[in-house]
């Protein structure tokens, strides 16, 4: 970059005046929009469906058999879930055709097997939001990243009791304001792409299917 060139950016730089006050964001609207339970539920539902996502309501008693039945739809013969998921030793004594893991090793030890010999993952959620239908999901050590973004199918539980209504409600009820999760994922849907043309594909690079349990814990 020769120096007038430069100059010439830096003195349009400080030319530049402030956003008038008008255009900054009204948190007074984030703050009164907010869905009623029945409300907040029919939104992410339909968020959900918009791009490609299943919400299935069901039951804490019914869970279980609600999770296995879309193992058994999807022919899932090796699962990725938690030791610590509530739901493991229930799946476990109820189907003992399907090989229970959890991700107990490093990525390097068994990378092949994750991406090629694992047909779906079950994992918890932090929190759902209903303006967006997205998921929030904070992984850990048992259950990391890889296991909502390598098998094809995942499977999400999200108890209604953590579905609020937007981004905005959830940071501020639970104060976000100190430091926060290292990695933390927002969900909406399985995965997609979309090339130069702006043809949208599902699926591309990570799960194909995102099933999300809505469990009435109420």
């Not at 020769?2 to 530049?16: D, G, K, M």
């Not at 006050?21 to 029945?38: C, G, H, I, N, Y």
């Not at 919400?55 to 193992?71: F, K």
Request: with cysteine; hydrophobic share 40%.
């Amino acid at each position: 970059m020769t120096p007038s060139a430069r100059q010439t950016i830096l003195n349009r730089l400080r030319e530049r005046t402030p956003l008038p006050a008008s255009t900054q964001p009204d948190f007074s609207v984030m703050e009164s929009r907010r869905w009623s339970l029945k409300n907040g539920i029919e939104r992410f539902i339909a968020q959900q469906a918009s791009v490609h996502g299943e919400v299935l309501r069901v039951s804490q008693a019914g869970l279980t058999a609600a999770v296995l039945e879309q193992l058994q739809q999807a022919n899932a013969r090796r699962v990725l879930i938690a030791p610590g998921q509530p739901l493991r030793d229930d799946l476990v004594a109820s189907a003992p055709d399907i090989d229970f893991h959890g991700y107990d090793q490093p990525i390097e030890a068994w990378q092949s097997e994750l991406f090629h010999q694992t047909d779906a993952a079950i994992t918890g959620c932090h929190a759902g939001l209903a303006d967006t239908g997205s998921l929030v999901v904070i992984p850990g050590s048992e259950e990391p990243r890889l296991m909502t973004l390598a098998p094809p199918l995942h499977i999400a539980v999200l108890p209604v009791s953590r579905l609020f209504s937007s981004w905005y409600q959830l940071i501020t009820e639970e104060d976000w304001t100190g430091p926060m999760p290292t990695n933390t994922l927002l969900i909406s849907g399985p995965s997609k792409t979309a090339d130069i043309e702006q043809t949208l594909v599902y699926g591309a690079h990570g799960p194909k299917t995102l099933t999300v349990f809505l469990v009435d814990d109420r």
